[in-house]
C-alpha cells in the first residue's frame, strides 16, 4: 500500500541561514508540522517579535522553518559607543548631555559637519562605525 507519508517536525533554525549573534532562536527547536515558534533580538539587539512556523501536513525532514519579521527587523538601536580608539575627526561632547546614556558627540574643530553613529554588524563581532564629519580645509588667498 501507498499513498500516506509520516509526518514530521521541520529542521531547527540554521545558523548558517541566519545572521549570527542577532538573533535569539532557542524557541524554535523540534517544531511540528502547523506550529509555530517565535524569535527575538538578542542583547544589544532590538526590535519586534519575529515568527518561525513548520507548513502544515510536512513530510520533508529537511524542510526549514518559515520565517515571518516585522519591518524592520533586530538592530543596534541606540547604537553603542565605540570601544577603543576615538575616529579620526571626532571628539565626545562632554558638555552636552543627551538622555540615551551614550556619549554625545561632535566633529573636531578642523571638521565639519554633525556626526552620527552608525552600527553595523561586522561578521560576528557587532562593531560602531562613525558616520558624518569631513576634513574641513581653510583656504588662503595669497595677494
Not at 580645509?137 to 595677494?143: A, E, G
Request: include cysteine.
Amino acid at each position: 500500500m501507498v499513498g500516506c507519508l509520516k509526518l514530521v517536525n521541520c529542521t531547527d533554525a540554521d545558523p548558517r541561514t541566519l545572521k549570527p549573534c542577532i538573533y535569539d532562536v532557542t524557541n524554535c527547536t523540534n517544531i511540528a508540522p502547523g506550529k509555530n515558534c517565535s524569535l527575538s533580538c538578542q542583547f544589544p539587539f532590538s526590535g519586534g517579535i519575529g515568527h518561525g512556523k513548520c507548513p502544515v501536513n510536512n513530510t520533508n525532514p529537511k524542510q526549514p522553518l518559515l520565517y515571518t519579521w516585522p519591518d524592520p527587523s533586530c538592530a543596534l538601536n541606540p547604537c553603542p559607543d565605540p570601544l577603543g580608539v576615538v575616529p579620526e575627526g571626532y571628539e565626545r561632547n562632554s558638555s552636552v548631555a543627551n538622555g540615551s546614556g551614550s556619549s554625545s558627540w561632535q566633529c573636531r574643530s578642523d571638521h565639519v559637519g554633525k556626526p552620527l553613529l552608525h552600527c553595523e554588524e561586522q561578521g560576528w563581532a557587532k562593531q560602531c562605525l562613525s558616520n558624518g564629519c569631513l576634513l574641513f580645509f581653510l583656504q588662503t588667498t595669497i595677494v
